[in-house]
């Protein structure tokens, strides 16, 4: 009998991350063969970065069959927005934030058409996530998508973001700490198949960041591993064939925060946040995630922010249910009261929370 044939895993054809890619992206697009293509901006980018990237597409001699700006995630509308784009599109190209990137992902997953990751911050890892965060029903809902073929990132326009994006990305790197042992947990208790590939490669991807020297987290040096180890992060989902290498207890956490709060603070904050509470009752590298958010203004950043612990145990208390299917930490009584109860008693949690 032959040997099992190896599974197929989808990464992107191209990744380019470093200064000045915006004003390549029309040789990039040529090279992979896509000269007709549909662009969703982010809210306010065309007059941003508009006139580059077509002058960057015009001399590539890649045609802009429609270009707009996007500022919804509602599924109704994109679905509509799908297919009115041209018969002749090749690719949708997603300029911007989460929300844009999401946009433009989904629709070229309706579409069977590739996928051109274009993201202006490195506020999380759905730049190169298989997922899209939609309002489905009204409610902020994750939905299957697929992978980014390309990722173009310019990390002197990631550099001009709003400081808050960056913690933000800063904050969901971090996490994979805390979700890895969410997934090991699963595992060695029966309830999940952990892919050791994609395990190795998540824990790669958080570890390489975290060791990296810095003198400002603006440093070129610095954002360009945020934004590898980011884009390693998706791909260690795509391996595993779910968000379990990347997204535990601490995401489940800030999915809840979401669905509590009428004005929910950036996911990668929350989420970071969540990740120190969860590394402290994993008992598990509290000390590394504490020391990377104290040298980055993590801590210094999210301090001010008004974030309130009632919040916090509620949402503890929902996070089970988020994702019912799971079994981290979170989906034990003990653990849970545990949770809530560090959240009174750590002296570092008592500063942050209001």
Not at 55 to 78: F, G, H, N, P, R
Request: net charge neutral; hydrophobic share 40%.
């Amino acid at each position: 009998m032959g040997a099992a044939a190896a599974s197929e895993i989808n990464i992107p054809n191209l990744l380019k991350v470093g200064a000045g890619t915006l004003d390549n992206v029309g040789t990039y697009l040529k090279e992979l063969g896509l000269t007709k293509v549909v662009i969703l901006f982010g809210n306010g980018l065309i007059d941003l970065f508009g006139g580059r990237v077509m002058q960057s597409l015009k001399q590539a001699e890649v045609e802009i069959l429609e270009y707009q700006e996007m500022d919804t995630v509602c599924m109704d509308d994109l679905v509509s927005l799908a297919f009115s784009m041209p018969n002749r599109t090749q690719a949708v190209v997603g300029l911007g934030g989460g929300k844009v990137i999401d946009a433009a992902k989904y629709c070229g997953f309706l579409l069977n058409l590739p996928f051109i990751s274009v993201p202006t911050s490195s506020s999380s890892d759905g730049f190169s996530s298989a997922s899209a965060s939609l309002i489905v029903d009204g409610r902020r809902k994750s939905v299957p998508a697929r992978l980014a073929y390309g990722i173009i990132v310019d990390t002197e326009v990631v550099k001009s973001a709003p400081v808050q994006f960056l913690y933000s990305g800063i904050g969901d790197m971090v996490a994979k700490i805390t979700a890895l042992y969410d997934w090991k947990y699963e595992g060695d208790k029966g309830y999940a198949q952990v892919n050791d590939f994609a395990m190795m490669i998540a824990k790669k991807a958080v570890n390489s960041f975290v060791r990296t020297p810095f003198q400002s987290i603006r440093d070129d040096l610095f954002l360009k591993e945020l934004l590898d180890s980011l884009a390693m992060s998706g791909i260690a989902n795509e391996i595993a064939g779910s968000s379990a290498p990347t997204s535990g207890s601490e995401h489940l956490i800030s999915h809840a925060l979401d669905k509590l709060l009428k004005q929910p603070w950036l996911h990668g904050l929350q989420v970071g946040v969540a990740t120190y509470l969860m590394s402290l009752v994993q008992d598990h590298r509290y000390k590394r995630v504490d020391t990377v958010f104290t040298q980055t203004g993590f801590w210094e950043y999210t301090t001010g922010l008004g974030m309130r612990r009632a919040d916090f145990e509620n949402a503890i208390d929902l996070a089970p249910s988020v994702k019912p299917f799971r079994h981290t930490y979170l989906h034990e009584e003990r653990y849970r009261r545990q949770a809530k109860e560090l959240l009174r008693t750590d002296e570092r949690l008592r500063k942050i929370l209001v």
